[in-house]
């Protein structure tokens, strides 16, 4: 049996989702970012203690086709960008298709109606989230961080950087209170 987590987006989420479902005697099959397959159906009892263990913490149970969809989107972007060492050589529509497994016009659509912005911007946060993240460890020049990233320039990222956070990289990167923010909050 699936379930399907929200706000689940990172290896750390994944390791205290599986305690989670450990401690409420469920025995997790396979745990990754925003779901949980298990061997077995779990009781009631067990349903409602692990939903609320999850709730404590941040997480939720996805019930409706929608909001797994959505979150399968999300999962596939933060999967790509905060996680991956390569980007790959398709586009994200591409990419975000083939992982969900429907026609991303479809998915685009629903994005924008539930989510009130459209998954480009979304996609647009994340990067720019991970572009903070590598330039406060000020071990890659901008241009690394632009390839590494999939831009298709330093100047494109430059450009990109100041029109979100209204910042050039090198002026964000000379603050001493950087402004990250968190992942499940884009």
Do not use: W
């Not at 933060?78 to 591409?94: G, Y």
């Not at 685009?108 to 989510?115: G, I, P, Q």
Request: one cysteine or more; glycine letters at 4%; aromatic letters at 10%.
């Amino acid at each position: 049996m699936k379930f399907y987590v929200r706000n689940m987006v990172c290896s750390r989420c994944k390791m205290v989702v599986n305690d989670l479902f450990l401690k409420a005697g469920l025995i997790p099959v396979s745990v990754e970012l925003g779901e949980v397959e298990l061997l077995e159906e779990p009781g009631k009892a067990q349903l409602e203690i692990v939903k609320k263990s999850l709730e404590e913490v941040g997480f939720e149970i996805i019930d409706d086709k929608k909001s797994r969809l959505i979150e399968q989107i999300k999962n596939a972007v933060v999967t790509l960008i905060h996680h991956s060492a390569d980007f790959p050589k398709t586009n994200f529509s591409e990419f975000i298709a083939q992982k969900v497994n429907y026609d991303y016009t479809y998915l685009s659509n629903l994005f924008s109606e539930v989510e009130g912005t459209t998954i480009e911007k979304y996609i647009i946060a994340q990067r720019i989230e991970k572009v903070k993240e590598l330039l406060m460890y000020d071990e890659l020049s901008l241009a690394e961080i632009a390839d590494r990233l999939g831009y298709s320039s330093a100047a494109y990222l430059s450009n990109q950087f100041k029109k979100i956070t209204g910042l050039s990289p090198s002026f964000y990167k000379a603050l001493k209170e950087n402004k990250r923010r968190n992942i499940e909050e884009l």
